[in-house]
């Protein structure tokens, strides 16, 4: 009994064990990783990519990591990379984050960038059909530019009536508006089919220190003590009557009392 009791711990040591590893290998800092994985593409697909990698780092590296992918993206101009929107915070839980539009070829070479300054815990690709979203625009590009060009042929050709070339110009006009609108339409999702979208985002937690936390506590202590001070002023005076109020009651109950012992 006791030798299957030692086994079965046994196991479930090495199950645990080996559990663990795998999750590890899976976050792995290759610096020749594969987000954009171009070469699995088709050129008649039109499936918009976005990809997400976070990085945990160390508190000193997180403003120059920032830093240099925003840089490394700037002078990307190849594949015509472009910072969306970035954002860096210090505190209790430093982070920053960066969101970019580029070619695929330019993927891998800025989440390897971005994977150099830490250990990669997250990364993923989302990708969205478009197929369906622009054959619609595509054939509203059509009737509509069937459309303007008849009403084209229609002023061209002059009518006798006002009324009716007023109605025409007037129909002309709104078409032409809508035509633009759908175009930009258009030529945003294009643009969503050869850029993809990548997400880089830097934490602080392994490399966190102990006395990091506790630094930034002290540092908030006089706002915190100035904060609490002004939200106690302000309770007065919702609390004063009510302290007044507990007060004579209590000095009821014990003036009741006392008569009911003296009787």
């Not at 590890?24 to 593409?41: H, I, P, Q, W, Y």
């Not at 945003?188 to 089919?193: D, L, S, T």
Request: hydrophobic share 40%.
């Amino acid at each position: 009994m006791t030798r299957l009791i030692l086994f079965f711990g046994f196991f479930l040591l090495s199950t645990v064990g080996c559990s663990s590893s795998e999750n590890v290998s899976g976050f792995s800092n290759d610096a020749n990783m594969s987000l954009a994985r171009t070469g699995e593409r088709s050129e008649g697909e039109f499936l918009a990519y976005e990809h997400s990698i976070v990085v945990d780092t160390s508190e000193d590296l997180l403003a120059d990591s920032h830093a240099t992918l925003i840089e490394a993206c700037a002078e990307d101009r190849d594949n015509l990379c472009t910072v969306l929107s970035s954002n860096i915070s210090h505190g209790s839980y430093s982070s920053a984050s960066i969101r970019m539009r580029v070619k695929p070829d330019g993927v891998d070479a800025l989440a390897g960038l971005a994977a150099g300054a830490g250990e990669v815990t997250r990364r993923n690709t989302q990708v969205e059909d478009l197929a369906k979203s622009i054959a619609q625009i595509d054939k509203r590009v059509s009737i509509l530019t069937k459309t303007r060009d008849r009403l084209l042929e229609l002023e061209e050709r002059g009518v006798d009536d006002v009324d009716s070339l007023i109605k025409i110009t007037t129909e002309l006009t709104k078409v032409q508006a809508e035509l633009e609108q759908v175009l930009g339409q258009s030529a945003f999702q294009r643009q969503r089919v050869d850029m993809d979208i990548l997400n880089v985002q830097f934490v602080v937690e392994a490399g966190r220190t102990f006395w990091g936390p506790i630094r930034t506590s002290l540092s908030s202590f006089g706002q915190n003590l100035s904060d609490g001070l002004a939200d106690w002023i302000e309770a007065i005076p919702y609390l004063l009557p009510w302290f007044l109020f507990i007060f004579f009651v209590v000095y009821l109950i014990r003036k009741f009392w006392k008569r009911g012992r003296r009787k």
